[in-house]
């Protein structure tokens, strides 16, 4: 399996901007996580799904972040309109359920950078 | 509120000896804590995970120390190598690992020969 996949790998757009990440998680998985990543506050988790539902979007900052999972293999995380704290690396990790101490898969982010 | 306190925020060890990092909980439904580790540009992978009914795993030269009773638990790396250089999380969640991960703020670990 290729492992998590996510594009762009790198993102530049100009404030008031509208951006879409994208998520091809892992064949199989049954969760699907969102977080970002930054220097002051660390890896936070945005929202997450089970089985194509979203489960806690508590995560998710304000109103201009909505994610979606249409199919079993692709979720989009966009941002409308995009601000400049916005800037960070947003990575997707997939996970299989079912088991004992089941593992997340990360992807390799998507680093954003908001002008 | 911050569930998983982590420490040090930086750590810098010489090749060879042991590198330590401490995290705490609060919530005490948590049952598996795992260790993440990332390399710069990649996202993080599973390091080594323990449940609260042992108190010790140790995977090579990684060993998870867990206190149920202080709610704490820390991460040991041995002969720590330059390879070893880079951001360790640790993390908690419920369920075995079913729900969602609470993850620490991160430590930076740099192996200096």
């Known amino acids: 399996d290729a492992g998590v996949i996510q594009s762009p790998r790198h993102e530049v757009t100009e404030m008031g901007q509208e951006v879409t990440l994208r998520c091809k998680p892992i064949?199989?998985?049954?969760?699907l996580f969102w977080y970002r990543q930054t220097m002051m506050r660390g890896l936070e988790l945005l929202i997450y799904?089970?089985?194509?539902?979203?489960?806690?979007d508590s995560g998710m900052p304000e109103d201009r972040f909505s994610a979606k999972m249409p199919n079993a293999s692709f979720s989009t995380l966009k941002i409308q309109p995009s601000e400049p704290r916005d800037s960070a690396v947003y990575f997707c990790?997939?996970?299989?359920?079912?088991?004992?101490?089941?593992?997340?898969?990360f992807g390799p982010g998507t680093r954003l950078l908001v002008l | 509120q911050q569930q998983v306190k982590q420490s040090p925020q930086s750590l810098i060890v010489q090749k060879g000896g042991i590198s330590i990092i401490n995290c705490a909980y609060e919530?005490?439904?948590?049952?598996?804590f795992p260790w993440y580790q990332q390399f710069p540009g990649k996202g993080p992978a599973l390091l080594i995970a323990?449940?609260?009914?042992?108190s010790e795993k140790k995977e090579g030269r990684f060993t998870i120390s867990f206190n149920k009773s202080a709610k704490q638990f820390s991460l040991h790396i041995m002969d720590s190598q330059p390879g070893d250089s880079a951001t360790y999380f640790c993390?908690?969640?419920?369920?075995?690992?079913?729900?969602?991960?609470?993850f620490g703020t991160g430590t930076r670990l740099t192996i200096i020969p």
């Open positions: 323990i449940r609260p009914d042992v």
């Open positions: 064949s199989g998985h049954d969760y």
């Open positions: 993390a908690a969640s419920r369920n075995f690992g079913n729900e969602k991960l609470t």
């Open positions: 919530n005490t439904a948590f049952d598996y």
């Open positions: 799904f089970n089985n194509n539902v979203p489960i806690d």
């Open positions: 990790a997939s996970q299989e359920a079912g088991g004992i101490q089941e593992t997340q898969y």
